[in-house]
Structure formats: structure tokens, C-alpha cells
């Protein structure tokens, strides 16, 4: 099975903050991989596809990179919607999520 | 616009069973994969089982395997995950979700609100 690991699990922020989450897979996952935000008491929400491909509808300032087994979701700069938990998925090999991070405010 | 609503879910004691449903509406059932995924309280998501297009390919973690069934009614356009041998283990926030494509392998791209189920006596 591919475990899919996230850090840190928590990251303290501000408004305007940039903001860098990684996720490494224990083996190679290709590009296959997916990012979702989950506001709290919600379900979670397409963010990023194949590592790198931004889902229709989300602010530009949401960008994923990587391949192989390590990957990172960047937000340029924080907003006050963007404190929530953020999951990486890898799909190459069945399904597996990270651990997921919370983004708080600082 | 694509909907997913998920029923069936509710208190039950350990040991028994439970059916959720997932309603869905907004695009062409058939042609895509669809699963569901927990979170237990306060943790992280789980993905518990999936199923292709078609209906002929099937996939259960190991934690629900022997207890958990997958199905879909295509004439429906319904979803279904039908669960035996309930442990308090499975508590948790269930999710019906949507593929992107209707084979293996896939990413989310539609979640519904969820329906919880807790096990407990």
C-alpha cells in the first residue's frame, strides 16, 4: 500500500502569508496525485489534479507542483476563507489520503 | 450542477447493520466511478470502498472488506453501501463521492454533505 505523508500537520499563518504544504508518497505515484480543502463541518473540496492542474473555479493564488514522490500545495497569499484543512489523495495505486494539514490563523 | 445526497444514516448498536444511499443527480451516472469515504470524529478522511462506471470492478479497504458491499442502481441513479457488522470503529461522517472518470483510477471531483453514522451501544 502507498502511504501518503503530509507536514507539517499544523501550520500557523497570517492574512497575505505564503503558504507551503508538502506531501511525499512512500513510492513513486507519477503525477497522480489530488489536493482538497475542507472548511470545518464541511466536505471537502477539489482544489488541484495530476499534481499540478488547478480545478475549475478555484482562485488562482492555489498551485500544486511535484511528481514522483514529492509533492506541494502553495498558496500565494492567504485569505481569510483559505484557514482549513488541506488533504493531499494519491490515485495511482488504489487510493490513500494524507494525513492532512491545518492551515489556523497566527 | 452535479448533486450528491446522501440517507440512511443513524445510530446503531455494535454488531448491526446499516444501508446508506447516495441520491445523484446532474450528470450521466453510468459514466462515472463513484466511492465513498468516512471521517471519524475529529480525524482525518478514510477512503472505504469505490466502485467503476460500470459496476463491474469493486474495491474495499482492508478495514471494511467481508462486511462492507458497494453497489449502484444505474436506473436509479443511486448509490448504496450497505454495512454489516458494525464496530465503533466505523463511526464516523460517511461521503458520498464522484469520479472524475468512470474507470480506475480516480479523483473526487463532487462530494455530497455526508450522513453519520455511530455505533455504539
Known amino acids: 500500500d502507498i502511504q501518503m505523508t503530509q507536514s507539517p500537520s499544523t501550520l500557523s499563518a497570517s492574512v497575505g502569508d505564503r503558504v507551503t504544504i508538502t506531501c511525499r508518497a512512500s513510492?513513486?505515484?507519477?503525477?497522480?496525485l489530488a489536493w482538497y480543502q475542507q472548511r470545518p463541518g464541511k466536505a471537502p473540496k477539489l482544489l488541484i489534479y495530476?499534481?499540478?492542474s488547478l480545478e475549475s473555479g478555484v482562485p488562482s493564488r492555489f498551485s500544486g507542483s511535484g511528481s514522483g514522490t514529492e509533492f506541494t500545495l502553495t498558496i500565494s497569499s492567504l485569505q481569510p476563507d483559505d484557514f482549513a484543512t488541506y488533504y493531499c489523495?494519491?490515485?495511482?495505486?488504489?487510493?490513500?489520503f494524507g494525513q492532512g494539514t491545518k492551515v489556523e490563523i497566527k | 450542477e452535479v448533486q450528491l445526497l446522501e440517507s440512511g444514516g443513524g445510530l446503531v448498536q455494535p454488531g448491526g447493520s446499516l444501508r446508506l444511499s447516495c441520491a445523484a443527480s446532474?450528470?450521466?451516472?453510468?459514466?462515472?466511478?463513484m466511492s465513498w469515504v468516512r471521517q471519524a470524529p475529529g480525524k482525518g478522511l478514510d477512503w472505504v470502498s469505490a466502485?467503476?462506471?460500470?459496476?463491474?470492478?469493486?474495491y474495499y479497504a482492508d478495514s471494511v472488506k467481508g462486511r462492507f458491499t458497494i453497489s449502484r442502481d444505474i436506473s436509479k441513479n443511486t448509490l448504496f453501501l450497505q454495512m454489516h457488522s458494525l464496530r465503533a470503529e466505523d463511526t464516523a461522517v460517511y461521503y458520498c463521492?464522484?469520479?472524475?472518470?468512470?474507470?480506475?483510477?480516480?479523483?473526487?471531483?463532487?462530494w455530497g454533505q455526508g450522513t453519520l453514522v455511530t455505533v455504539s451501544s
Open positions: 463521492a464522484k469520479g472524475h472518470i468512470s474507470g480506475w483510477y480516480f479523483y473526487i471531483d463532487c
Open positions: 446532474g450528470f450521466t451516472f453510468s459514466d462515472y466511478a
Open positions: 466502485i467503476s462506471g460500470s459496476g463491474g470492478s469493486t
Open positions: 513510492q513513486s505515484i507519477s503525477s497522480w
Open positions: 495530476k499534481a499540478s
Open positions: 489523495q494519491q490515485y495511482n495505486s488504489y487510493w490513500t
